[in-house]
């Protein structure tokens, strides 16, 4: 967002609120999604999650990524997830499959650690000439709209990149169709 | 916002792995994995903010790796229970010889 009239650095009492609202309701959402035993109850603890990440990337002036994220994300692969609980029947019967004592301990060192290692990297100060001016995406996406910034970059320095994704898209799909065909008379393989 | 952002990222993301070290049903595995591209998602997005938007395309582009992934791990996962009659990964060990 754009802060206007303001001291460099400071920023509504109501964003900064908002702010945190929506990082701790992704972050007890996620907490409660690894801890459900049922898929379905997950799976939709997830999609709460993502939800608020939404949220989160637009008021980070990230509008058009927060409106992929709810499409994509908590629309289209989340579905996909829920189908194929629903398909393999999942859903019913529940029972812990959690692993024992040790794999936890393993768990929690590993997370502790690795929570250790990105805030030592969050100290750490980044070159002053790499950062842009304050506010300036903000100023971008005010000037501009909210797709021209991401549109810009993505069909001239990422072309390539961008063609490669459209080869992966389709052997994704040749790739599922392959594996999710059944087994059966005429098939070599 | 981008300390606030990059806590909230790290949490997401250690909440993911140990999601993965602690579960065995496939497919809440792959679920955990998922949360863990949307916790880079939001370090990218933080990033944009104040290095320019450029960090917004390769949330696209993983987003669309993360599209990817789920047909083909999916698809995966529904060979293997055709296969086994089971999505817990302690009974998948046909590698273990």
């Not at chain 1, 035993?37 to 002036?61: E, I």
């Not at chain 2, 450029?54 to 791990?73: D, L, P, W």
């Amino acid at each position: 967002m754009v802060v206007q009239d303001m001291p460099h650095g400071t920023l509504p009492l109501l964003y900064t609120f908002h702010f945190y609202l929506f990082g701790i309701i992704a972050i007890v959402s996620a907490l409660l999604f690894v801890t459900r035993k049922s898929p379905v109850a997950a799976a939709l603890w997830l999609v709460n999650t993502m939800f608020s990440l939404a949220a989160l990337y637009v008021m980070l002036d990230a509008q058009f990524i927060g409106v992929i994220q709810v499409l994509v994300y908590a629309g289209a692969i989340m579905v996909v997830f829920l189908f194929v609980i629903m398909l393999l029947n999942l859903g019913q019967g529940v029972v812990g499959d959690a692993r024992g004592l040790g794999w936890k301990l393993i768990a929690g060192a590993v997370g502790v650690a690795l929570l250790a290692q990105i805030f030592a990297l969050t100290r750490s100060r980044t070159p002053v000439n790499l950062t842009l001016p304050a506010g300036y995406t903000a100023q971008q996406v005010e000037r501009t709209g909210a797709i021209t910034p991401i549109a810009g970059p993505l069909f001239n320095e990422y072309l390539l990149a961008f063609e490669v994704t459209s080869v992966l898209l389709l052997a994704a799909i040749v790739g599922a169709v392959v594996l999710g065909k059944q087994r059966g008379e005429g098939d070599a393989g | 916002m981008l300390a606030e952002a990059l806590f909230f990222s790290a949490v997401l993301f250690a909440i993911g792995v140990v999601g993965v070290l602690t579960r065995r049903n496939a497919i809440i595995v792959f679920m955990c994995v998922e949360l863990m591209l949307n916790a880079v998602n939001l370090t990218f997005v933080a990033f944009a903010q104040s290095y320019g938007a450029a960090g917004q395309v390769f949330v696209f582009f993983v987003m669309t790796v993360a599209a990817a992934e789920a047909a083909v791990g999916l698809a995966i996962i529904i060979a293997l229970f055709r296969h086994r009659q089971t999505v817990d990964l302690q009974n998948i060990n046909l590698l273990k010889g």
